[in-house]
T-cell receptor, first 116, second 115 residues
Framework: GAVVSQHPSRVICKSGTSVKIECRSL??????MFWYRQFPKKSLMLMAT?????????EQGVEKDKFLINHASLTLSTLTVTSAHPEDSSFYIC????????????FGPGTRLTVL | AQTVTQSQPEMSVQEAETVTLSCTYD???????LFWYKQPPSRQMILVIR??????QNATENRFSVNFQKAAKSFSLKISDSQLGDTAMYFC????????????FGAGTRLTVKP
């Protein structure tokens, strides 16, 4: 149990376009979902925390107008990278915590974004 | 703000030997969780072991155990009988509980198990 999926797993886009990444909790309800960014051979950096039905809380230095997060239901959160540029190329990982007992985060497999 | 420090960027161990990965953290919280995650080349984060701060007993999970020193804010991972499949990046993580349980990761330790 506690499986999180992400779609797509890989995406390549042109500079200036927008890309949407979906994060779904498949067998549990996730009150809170998190979005991380990971550069090659680096650690996971928390970008934002989203609670279902509320505006996301962004970490310092993360542009909320560039990285739009929507958490419309207890099983789906989306991250939209608007007007993507090559420096946005990275590995994006989402996670969720169960509604009942948020003592662990369950991670998705990640999405590799390449902006040309 | 919480910080997590892993001072060993890379480590190696012979198969069947024991290795210890170190982790220290800084927090003013009293209740929190600590985790060790494994990230193989697939990049999928895999939970290795976790420790609740209010528990004095060190967590164990088969070949994996931790040495949790709350006063020293230290949380090391011991891997016994290392196997080739243990080769991966290992991240130490701190999770606070309120207002929501966001997680902070250390820089990671790349562990190589040699045959």
């Amino acid at each position: 149990g506690a499986v999180v999926s992400q779609h797509p797993s890989r995406v390549i886009c042109k500079s200036g376009t927008s890309v949407k990444i979906e994060c779904r909790s498949l067998d549990f309800q996730a009150t809170t979902m998190f979005w991380y960014r990971q550069f090659p051979k680096k650690s996971l950096m928390l970008m934002a925390t989203s609670n279902e039905g509320s505006k996301a809380t962004y970490e310092q230095g993360v542009e909320k107008d560039k990285f739009l997060i929507n958490h419309a239901s207890l099983t789906l959160s989306t991250l939209t990278v608007t007007s993507a540029h090559p420096e946005d190329s990275s590995f994006y990982i989402c996670s969720g915590t169960r509604t009942s007992g948020g003592d662990e985060q369950f991670f998705g497999p990640g999405t590799r974004l390449t902006v040309l | 703000a919480q910080t997590v420090t892993q001072s060993q960027p890379e480590m190696s161990v012979q198969e069947a030997e024991t290795v210890t990965l170190s982790c220290t953290y800084d927090t003013s919280e009293n209740n929190y969780y600590l985790f060790w995650y494994k990230q193989p080349p697939s990049r999928q984060m895999i939970l290795v072991i976790r420790q609740e701060a209010y528990k004095q007993q060190n967590a164990t999970e088969n070949r994996f155990s931790v040495n949790f020193q709350k006063a020293a804010k230290s949380f090391s991972l011991k891997i016994s009988d290392s196997q080739l499949g243990d080769t991966a990046m290992y991240f130490c993580a701190f999770m606070k509980l309120y207002p929501w349980n966001d997680m902070r990761f250390g820089a990671g330790t790349r562990l190589t198990v040699k045959p």
